[in-house]
């Protein structure tokens, strides 16, 4: 059939108006896209915002009973802890440490013997570090960057020398000369806030079921329990 000059220009005004009809369409849908990628970026970032993290650690392990009933509970609960171990007692229980590493934790160095660091002794308790580093690294093959100096006492040249960040705490419950759980417990809950590292020893029957009391109850308040390292540098 033939079609006359009219009929043809109004065939493609119409075709003209469904093309643009259909990009705008599409621009609107990709406009839809952008803004909803946008919006969900916006939640995570609030999300991130409103995660309240708090910090559990755990010095002069590990104990061969202790410590494995402390992981047991910790991987019930799904939650993460950062352990501070002694070079002599890692040395004697190898496989306790590989469970901490294997099942995601922390774990930093507490000296070999549990020496404080003096104006007299500052080698040999450097000695002690690198000895605890060898001890620690030979069984997970990862480097330790974190030291838990007992009493607190630090030499900052260390920092440098050896490559080591020192990490004390904000929450002390005296945890190894009570045997009250409960005393225990409620000294953490009572202190803890965000960012708080909750100092706690794993070579005690009460400290660890104190321990996880702490983690039940401060999981109900919306913590979420991380490594020292997302505290100390996010």
Not at 173 to 202: Q, R
Request: with cysteine; net charge negative.
């Amino acid at each position: 059939m033939f079609m006359n000059r009219k009929s043809i220009l109004l065939l493609l005004l119409t075709a003209d108006l469904v093309l643009t009809g259909l990009f705008v369409t599409g621009q609107h849908s990709e406009i839809r896209l952008l803004s909803g990628s946008a919006a969900a970026g916006q939640r995570q970032e609030m999300q991130k915002e409103q995660i309240k993290k708090i910090a559990l650690t755990f010095d002069d392990g590990p104990h061969p009973c202790f410590t494995e009933q402390l992981l047991d509970g910790l991987k019930e609960r799904g939650v993460k802890a950062t352990f501070f171990v002694t070079g002599e007692h890692a040395e004697l229980h190898p496989e306790v440490i590989e469970r901490m590493e294997n099942e995601g934790h922390l774990i930093g160095n507490h000296t070999y013997s549990h020496m404080q660091v003096r104006s007299g002794n500052r080698e040999e308790f450097r000695k002690e570090l690198i000895k605890t580093n060898e001890v620690i690294s030979g069984i997970t093959g990862e480097e330790v960057l974190y030291v838990r100096p007992p009493y607190g006492s630090w030499d900052k040249s260390f920092e440098e020398e050896l490559n080591m960040f020192p990490v004390l705490w904000t929450v002390d419950p005296l945890d190894w000369c009570s045997k009250s759980v409960t005393g225990i417990a409620s000294k953490v809950v009572s202190k803890a806030k965000e960012n708080d590292i909750i100092l706690m020893h794993d070579y005690y029957d009460t400290s660890v079921t104190a321990a996880l009391k702490v983690v039940d109850e401060l999981l109900e308040e919306g913590y979420t329990f991380v490594t020292v390292d997302e505290i100390l540098f996010d």
